[in-house]
């Protein structure tokens, strides 16, 4: 295991608040989260390709409006999600009852979770939340802890280069204008070699590191094997 300690005030309240700002159109395909719509298949996807959903018990970490979790119980998952934004959990039950599918959404951290429930999910997965959180190896950390041995832990984040900045945050923020000012920090994005040494440190293996292109001009996303800008990782707890 790693050296963290479980850290109940591992969150940034101005980060809950930006993203709590956004919860009422967090659903619309239109809206300030345009682009994680785009993005929602393509992670959705490179999850399936690696884990079984059908009848899995599967944990969504930072689920914002629950894009994700849905997705997963749709598959036939088992779907418990955690926020810390109070909006956008409210936000994600009420599109469960809309939708009919069920997942037990929680306004809980990963980290005490991980202190009531260890081993008790196949399936963890953890989308563009590392960078927002001031210890993302405590994440990491209680995710491990969270994935019963032979489960897989996922992940999406941006890599910390010259394309990132220029594509995420220039690009996206303020000349396309497909996320809201501000939404990103460079100083925050995570290069690979990081996240796998925070993968090793909670005790779990790397499988895959993927890239995730987000193409614009059919607002769609793919998965590819350019890792410079957003990246997806698979990492498996051993038996």
Same mark, same amino acid.
């Given at each position: @295991?790693?050296?963290?300690?479980?850290?109940?005030?591992?969150?940034?309240?101005?980060? *809950?608040?930006?993203?709590?700002?956004?919860?009422?159109?967090?659903?619309?395909? =239109?809206?300030?989260?345009?682009? *994680?719509?785009?993005?929602?298949?393509?992670?959705?996807?490179?999850? @399936?390709?690696?884990?079984?959903? =059908?009848?899995?018990?599967?944990?969504?970490?930072?689920?914002?409006?629950?894009?994700?979790?849905?997705?997963?119980?749709?598959?036939?998952?088992?779907?418990?999600?955690?926020?810390?934004?109070?909006?956008?959990?409210?936000?994600?039950?009420?599109?469960?009852?809309?939708?009919?599918?069920?997942?037990?959404?929680?306004?809980?951290?990963?980290?005490?979770?991980?202190? =009531?429930?260890?081993?008790?999910?196949?399936?963890?997965?953890?989308? =563009? @939340?590392?960078?927002?959180?001031?210890?993302?190896?405590?994440?990491?950390?209680?995710?491990?802890?969270?994935?019963?041995?032979?489960?897989?832990?996922?992940?999406?984040?941006?890599?910390?280069?010259?394309?990132?900045?220029?594509?995420?945050?220039?690009?996206?923020?303020?000349?396309?204008?497909?996320?809201?000012?501000?939404?990103?920090?460079?100083?925050?994005?995570?290069?690979?070699?990081?996240?796998?040494?925070?993968?090793?440190?909670?005790?779990?293996?790397?499988?895959?590191?993927?890239? *995730? @292109?987000?193409?614009?001009?059919?607002?769609?996303?793919?998965?590819?094997?350019?890792?410079?800008?957003?990246? *997806?990782?698979?990492?498996?707890?051993?038996?």
């Amino acid at each position: @295991m790693s050296d963290h300690a479980a850290a109940p005030d591992n969150f940034s309240q101005s980060e *809950l608040d930006k993203f709590g700002a956004l919860a009422s159109r967090w659903w619309d395909p =239109e809206g300030p989260q345009k682009a *994680l719509h785009a993005l929602n298949p393509a992670r959705h996807g490179y999850v @399936m390709a690696r884990a079984r959903l =059908e009848g899995a018990s599967a944990l969504d970490v930072g689920c914002g409006g629950g894009l994700l979790s849905e997705a997963l119980a749709r598959e036939g998952a088992r779907v418990t999600a955690l926020d810390l934004a109070p909006e956008l959990v409210k936000v994600a039950k009420l599109h469960g009852l809309e939708s009919g599918v069920a997942v037990d959404y929680r306004l809980q951290s990963v980290e005490s979770l991980a202190a =009531e429930q260890p081993g008790t999910f196949d399936v963890v997965t953890c989308m =563009e @939340m590392l960078e927002h959180v001031p210890d993302p190896g405590a994440v990491i950390d209680a995710c491990a802890r969270l994935l019963k041995p032979g489960g897989r832990l996922f992940l999406s984040t941006l890599n910390r280069t010259p394309a990132a900045f220029a594509l995420a945050i220039v690009g996206a923020e303020y000349v396309a204008r497909l996320l809201p000012k501000g939404t990103h920090q460079y100083r925050d994005f995570i290069r690979p070699s990081e996240l796998g040494a925070w993968l090793r440190g909670a005790g779990l293996q790397l499988e895959d590191v993927s890239g *995730l @292109m987000y193409e614009p001009w059919r607002n769609a996303a793919r998965v590819t094997r350019r890792t410079d800008v957003n990246y *997806l990782a698979c990492a498996l707890k051993p038996e």
